[in-house]
């Protein structure tokens, strides 16, 4: 019932700037945390950025300083303001949340995955 759709990735040089959005829609009655995953070539997705109902936020070592996550849970979206960017942040991005459905049930969702390339 619940999709999560993603937009914003792309090719950028190093040092330059992307942001990744992401909606949720469907029949929602509570969006839990929200996060960014990112799974590059030959290695294990990862935790990029998370963020909960109340807007306390965590980065993994990696992207401090350089990412920033926020959330509107007023339209159900998450995005991932990426600043500095370097070839090591070349991945598949995926939007994650947990939602609770109306019989208060909880699962996780994700997205397709959006190609982010840092290249010169």
């Known amino acids: 019932q619940v999709q999560l759709v993603e937009s914003g990735g792309g090719l950028v040089q190093p040092g330059g700037s992307l942001r990744l959005s992401c909606a949720a829609s469907?029949?929602?009655?509570?969006?839990?945390?929200m996060g960014w995953y990112r799974q590059a070539s030959g290695k294990e997705r990862e935790l990029v950025a998370s963020?909960?109902?109340?807007?306390?936020?965590n980065y993994a070592d990696s992207v401090k300083g350089r990412f920033t996550i926020s959330r509107d849970n007023a339209k159900n979206t998450v995005a991932l303001q990426m600043n500095s960017l370097k070839s090591e942040d070349t991945a598949v991005y995926y939007c994650n949340a947990e939602i609770v459905n109306l019989s208060f049930r909880k699962y996780d969702y994700w997205g397709q995955g959006t190609q982010v390339t840092v290249s010169s």
């Open positions: 469907g029949i929602i009655f509570r969006i839990n945390a």
């Open positions: 963020i909960t109902t109340d807007g306390t936020t």
